[in-house]
């Protein structure tokens, strides 16, 4: 079995601010996930702005997905999703899907959903079993990208060309059991030519209400961020969008949405280059806080994830892991 490597300069590193940020009374608890353009996953605590040392992973990984209960990760490159575990980087095996626009991990991570323009599949994580092969309602145009905003009910996005003149993402609420609509944006907030819709993420909120997040851009660099609120029962109750300032524009990068804790994260290009890492506040849409980081992320679309507010005992957990695999690997290379 192959096993993803940590690059030599973060391993220690890593151990280290896994355990001290495990122990800090300041520590955020939070994890965020972000592949880049090296074909490195870049593990990152947004709250403090700590980098927690990075990942390998296969080529041109496009999305990824994190299981807080299991401590394992799929990325999905090309037609093939890898587990792995996503604090010593070791593979627990690769499965090829064939063509997969998008995935998204149930939130008891018992379930994986593959989506094409045309189908949704269901495999059970632990061993990647087919549970159901279904077509996708013609309502839904072209679905780009999918999310889970409950454990009953799924959010699908498509890129959707109203006009010449107004072209926007629009998340759609369908029944997960029946696929069958529920609730659709409906705010005609575009742009003027052809977009990409990143990575779409959903917030709880107060109340049983759900912010569906859906980041526009265009090969221009146009940007637009569609949010829809919407209630526990998958119901249309309000929308606020807005447009994002602190992205570099004109660069064929996607902006890619993912929950934090109470809000979300905007990750995209920087205009300095690299990446940049914007929170909202996720009633208000107030902009939290913003970073910059060195690494680029991969061109077009790509979809980052977010382990939200772990124990202590889970930080733990990963340094333990990461310092156990570091050791196991020195005495092999002692006995070699």
């Given amino acids: 079995m ?43 605590d947004p709250l403090s702005g700590n980098t927690l040392g990075s990942i390998a992973l296969p080529p041109n990984t496009r999305s990824v997905q994190l299981d807080r209960i299991t401590g394992y990760g799929f990325a999905l490159a090309g037609g093939w999703v890898h587990r792995f575990d996503y604090s010593t980087g070791e ?81 759609y609420t369908t029944d997960l059991a029946t696929l069958g609509l529920i609730g659709v944006f409906g705010t005609a907030f575009g742009l003027g030519s052809a977009i990409t819709v990143g990575k779409v993420a959903a917030v709880p909120l107060p109340g049983g209400i759900s912010r569906v997040v859906v980041p526009n851009r265009t090969s221009a660099g146009e940007m637009r961020v569609n949010t829809t609120r919407f209630n526990a029962a998958g119901d249309t109750v309000g929308s606020e969008n807005f447009v994002p300032s602190g992205f570099a524009t004109g660069t064929g990068f996607a902006i890619s949405a993912v929950a934090s804790h109470g809000g979300f994260y905007l990750i995209g290009p920087g205009t300095g280059g690299g990446t940049r890492v914007e929170e909202y506040e996720g009633s208000s849409l107030a902009l939290l806080s913003a970073r910059n980081y060195g690494f680029a992320i991969p061109t077009g679309y790509f979809g980052a994830a977010s382990v939200v507010a772990p124990e202590p005992g889970t930080l733990l957990a990963l340094g333990a892991g990461l310092a156990s695999l570091v050791a196991r690997r020195r005495r092999r290379s002692s006995r070699a």
Avoid: C, H, Q
């Avoid at 896994?18 to 074909?39: H, K, R, T, V």
């Avoid at 454990?151 to 060309?161: C, D, F, K, N, Q």
């Fill in 2 to 44: 192959k096993v993803l490597t940590l690059t030599s300069s973060a391993r220690a590193g890593l151990v280290i601010s896994l355990l001290g940020l495990a122990l800090g009374a300041s520590a955020s608890y939070e994890l965020l996930a972000i592949p880049s353009a090296d074909n490195t996953l870049r593990r990152i």
């Fill in 91 to 171: 593979r627990a095996g690769a499965w090829n899907l064939g063509t997969v626009a998008d995935i998204s991990l149930s939130p008891n991570g018992g379930t994986l959903l593959a989506m094409n323009g045309a189908n949704l599949r269901s495999f059970r994580t632990t061993d990647f079993s087919l549970l159901s092969n279904r077509s996708l309602p013609a309502v839904f145009g072209t679905p780009r990208s999918l999310t889970y905003m409950t454990s009953g009910i799924l959010t699908v996005a498509e890129e959707y060309a109203f006009s010449a003149t107004n072209n926007l993402g629009v998340p």
